[in-house]
């Protein structure tokens, strides 16, 4: 029980941290071979090992506003209807699915509506929980517009998402109606059984998987001084977001579909430099 209660609490994110490293590793290795679905497709689940660190770690407390008592926020709960078990179950569930699709399969366009739609989807919900809570704890001391998880939801999540809008919208052969009715089946039924279910079936006030700290939500709970991002910052992450994604979408349309080698760029960069050696060639 000790072990797993540790696992539980700390141990899957050590594990979460070694996923992001091979993949990151792995992807710098097939880069050349991989096509875009797969590319991307592993970026995305690279990303969510950062994700879940800023919901459980740096700052951490994700759980706190997704459990809001909106009665009192301050009251909020530790276990219930989320708690460590449950998130777990999630996050590193869906990880080792998405390897495993990667490494058997490969990564279909089905696979990749799924991921964009999921992608897009990390952003838009974390806008809303940072809405809700600048909305809640203002009485307490929030002062900026955010929630754990709202820095890599738009600066990481967002860029992939409009990367895969891109790369179908760009490409000569588009995405079959069969994989677009695929994909948004599968990421139905993926959200069901690793989101629904578990809370469905494990929640409970009495967990022994409570949170033990509230991460960003602390300097309320404690009265202390709050030294968040203001809504200047995080329209400034907004803007970095956009740009990311926008060299993404370059860099796909100029290599993928256009066909270029990273050979082709330099001389076309060295021509432009260097106009009168042009001439003399």
Request: glycine share 8%.
């Amino acid at each position: 029980m000790n072990f797993i209660y540790w696992f539980v609490s700390t141990g899957w994110l050590y594990l979460m941290i070694c996923i992001g490293i091979f993949l990151t590793v792995w992807l710098a290795i097939h880069w050349k071979k991989y096509n875009w679905q797969n590319r991307l497709g592993t970026l995305a689940i690279i990303v969510l090992c950062f994700h879940v660190m800023e919901e459980w770690v740096f700052p951490g407390g994700f759980h706190f506003i997704y459990n809001l008592n909106a009665d009192n926020p301050l009251d909020s709960s530790s276990n219930y209807p989320m708690s460590q078990l449950t998130d777990m179950i999630t996050n590193l569930g869906g990880a080792i699915i998405g390897m495993i699709v990667l490494f058997i399969w490969g990564l279909n366009d089905g696979a990749g509506i799924a991921i964009a739609i999921f992608s897009l989807f990390e952003a838009v919900i974390h806008v809303f929980l940072a809405s809700k809570s600048l909305s809640a704890f203002r009485p307490y001391g929030q002062t900026s517009f955010y929630a754990p998880g709202l820095i890599t939801a738009l600066g990481m999540f967002l860029p992939i998402a409009i990367a895969y809008l891109i790369n179908f919208i760009f490409r000569k052969k588009k995405p079959s109606w069969k994989a677009g009715v695929g994909g948004i089946a599968f990421l139905g039924v993926l959200s069901f059984l690793l989101v629904n279910l578990p809370e469905m079936l494990l929640k409970s006030e009495d967990s022994p998987f409570a949170f033990t700290s509230h991460g960003y939500y602390d300097q309320f709970i404690n009265g202390t001084y709050q030294t968040g991002m203001t809504g200047g910052t995080i329209a400034a992450i907004i803007v970095l977001s956009l740009l990311v994604a926008a060299l993404i979408s370059i860099c796909i349309y100029y290599f993928a579909i256009k066909k270029r080698k990273w050979s082709d760029l330099t001389n076309y960069l060295r021509r432009i430099n260097n106009p009168e050696e042009t001439k003399k060639e």
